[in-house]
């Protein structure tokens, strides 16, 4: 039997049209918290939305930016109208918003600040309690989920820009219940027995690509 494979730019075509005759997606309103965002230099405006359980990644063209009442954030809370379509060259789908309706502070963001401030306040990000961090850790202890990409990240990062360090990984789980407690036992247990030089705590690849950046 012979097989007849299209390629990889025909099935985003196929896919990108089916999306798009879907009247109902050519212009949903959904609403969501921003985050990742960046005001491009054309203009254009991309960022994430998302709620507790899922995201989307978006684009605000230039010509819709300009009718904007706010300056969209991280954080915000947002009610979007759009269209839903598939950018073919990556593959992906996503909301090219028409327009963005503010809609209070998110309740994610509004929660990490209560909990900054809460925390600032019983002086643990005081520059006394900072420790610097070494140019070249010779072990780096790492706590995170052993089954996630992160993990396989962390070490083709690592590895290839210090070929002779040597990675500790302490499996925790990163969301759910309980998985704050073990987290800190995770934290205790590399100090106490000063095990590491330095430790990654990582949830998913977008966070361990920022840490990796800095």
């Known amino acids: 039997m012979q097989y007849n494979p299209i390629t990889v730019s025909e099935l985003n075509l196929y896919i990108k049209n089916k ?13 969501g918290e921003i985050s990742n965002f960046k005001h491009h230099y054309t203009g254009h405006m991309y960022f994430t939305l998302k709620d507790e359980k899922s ?31 598939v ?25 990490y600040e209560e909990l900054k401030e809460k925390l600032e306040k019983e002086g643990l990000f005081d520059k006394i309690h900072k420790k610097k961090i070494p140019l070249m850790p010779k072990c780096i202890g790492i706590l995170t989920s052993n089954t996630g990409s992160v993990i396989r990240d962390i070490i083709n990062v690592s590895t290839r820009r210090n070929p002779n360090v040597y990675l500790k990984l302490l499996p925790v789980p990163v969301q759910g219940k309980g998985a704050g407690e ?30 990796m950046a800095i």
Do not use: H
């Open 19 to 31: 999306i798009d005759d879907d009247e109902y997606l050519n212009n949903v309103l959904i609403k």
């Open 55 to 85: 995201l989307i990644k978006c684009i605000m063209f230039k010509s819709y930016t300009a009718n904007l009442d706010f300056v969209p954030k991280d954080g915000a809370k947002v009610m979007i109208l759009g269209t839903v379509s």
């Open 87 to 111: 950018f073919e060259r990556d593959g992906v789908y996503q909301i090219y918003a028409k327009a963005i309706k503010q809609d209070g502070i998110g309740d994610l963001y509004k929660a």
């Open 182 to 211: 073990k987290i800190a036992r995770g934290i205790q247990i590399f100090n106490e027995k000063k095990l590491v030089d330095v430790i990654i705590l990582a949830r998913g690849r977008w966070f361990f690509r920022r840490f």
